[in-house]
């Protein structure tokens, strides 16, 4: 099948060359390369976002988490957005590994894992969020035991580790029911 897709998918890029057209991947790839390439450009705008922040970053996949590293990077230079170090207080990333759903459009957790590791040699904090605000403490009682079978004690490259919920609403009942 990949025979078939391959050939397509080149096809509909080149028509939408010849019609100066681009969908949302297309405007991903130029931005992270015009970012990647022109030191200048990075320059311009960083000086204007000066801190960014993502929320549901374990949906971010690798182009993006290239341009959001070129944007908060110190090296201007810098053509591997792997080895930037980020600039103190120009990054603020919220996101759970656990809750990716985005595989099919290349969010995985080894891009999760990279930008923490970019982000800690940067020497920024890594900070895991276990309050649940959205579920009653009977819930988070009855499904800790679940994810703490489930989940790995310490996090591998394929699966985040597990960290119990803790629930920020104190008032017992309602949940789940045994």
């Not at 070129?70 to 810098?78: H, I, M, R």
């Not at 995985?108 to 940067?122: C, G, L, M, Q």
């Amino acid at each position: 099948i990949m025979e078939l897709i391959v050939p397509a998918v080149e096809h509909f890029g080149e028509l939408r060359k010849l019609n100066s057209q681009m969908n949302f991947y297309d405007l991903l790839l130029q931005a992270a390369t015009l970012l990647r390439e022109n030191p200048e450009v990075r320059k311009y705008f960083q000086e204007r976002f000066t801190h960014i922040l993502v929320d549901e970053f374990q949906d971010t996949d690798p182009i993006q988490a290239e341009v959001v590293l070129y944007l908060t990077g110190e090296d201007l230079k810098a053509r591997a957005w792997q080895k930037t170090k980020v600039k103190p207080g120009s990054l603020f990333i919220v996101g759970d590994p656990k809750q990716s759903i985005y595989r099919f459009r290349r969010a995985d957790i080894d891009t999760y894992n990279e930008v923490k590791r970019v982000i800690k040699n940067s020497g920024g904090l890594v900070i895991p969020l276990t309050t649940n605000f959205r579920s009653a403490p009977s819930l988070c009682d009855w499904i800790n035991p679940i994810f703490k079978e489930k989940l790995p004690a310490k996090g591998t490259p394929q699966q985040a580790p597990f960290e119990p919920l803790v629930p920020f609403h104190q008032t017992k009942g309602g949940g789940v029911r045994r």
